[in-house]
């Protein structure tokens, strides 16, 4: 089991920054792909980044590639999601989830998943 606990999320204007983390618990963190998910009001949940268990593939969504940079460091279990140039429509509630798959875009392929932190992005 892991639980998965995202902070960082907040009000900022267009073309900020914003840094998210999430703390995941449980021994075998590092065996999982660790995903960032993104849910607007009346939208579906829609895939933002994922890393390998060892950083080594990286994949993004291409509405945020090259703003967005996702992270992790194992022997802190945790991950990192930072993102720049921030858009409007990149408000949403943010979600970390983790995945025994070696790489996925699809949430239903991700097994824990955290409770979401805010991210409001004014214009």
Same mark, same amino acid.
């Given at each position: #089991? !892991?639980?998965? !606990?995202?902070?960082?999320?907040? $009000? *900022? #204007?267009?073309?900020?920054?914003?840094? $998210?983390?999430? @703390? &995941?618990? /449980?021994?075998?963190?590092?065996?999982?792909? =660790?995903?960032?998910?993104?849910? @607007?009001? /009346?939208?579906?949940?829609?895939?933002? +980044?994922?890393?390998?268990?060892?950083?080594?593939?990286?994949? %993004?969504?291409?509405? !945020?590639?090259?703003?967005?940079?996702?992270?992790?460091?194992?022997?802190?279990? @945790?991950?990192?999601?930072? =993102?720049?140039? $921030?858009?409007?429509?990149?408000? &949403? !509630?943010? %979600?970390? +989830?983790?995945?025994?798959?070696? #790489?996925?875009?699809?949430?239903?392929?991700?097994?824990?998943?955290?409770?979401?932190? #805010? *991210?409001?992005?004014?214009?």
């Amino acid at each position: #089991q !892991v639980q998965l !606990v995202e902070s960082g999320g907040g $009000l *900022v #204007q267009a073309g900020g920054s914003l840094r $998210l983390s999430c @703390a &995941a618990s /449980g021994s075998t963190f590092s065996r999982y792909t =660790m995903g960032w998910f993104r849910q @607007a009001p /009346g939208k579906e949940r829609e895939f933002v +980044a994922a890393v390998t268990w060892n950083g080594g593939t990286i994949d %993004y969504a291409n509405s !945020v590639k090259g703003r967005f940079t996702i992270s992790r460091d194992n022997a802190k279990n @945790a991950v990192y999601l930072q =993102m720049n140039s $921030l858009k409007p429509e990149d408000t &949403a !509630v943010y %979600y970390c +989830a983790s995945s025994t798959l070696f #790489q996925s875009q699809y949430p239903s392929q991700y097994r824990y998943w955290g409770q979401g932190t #805010q *991210v409001t992005v004014s214009s």
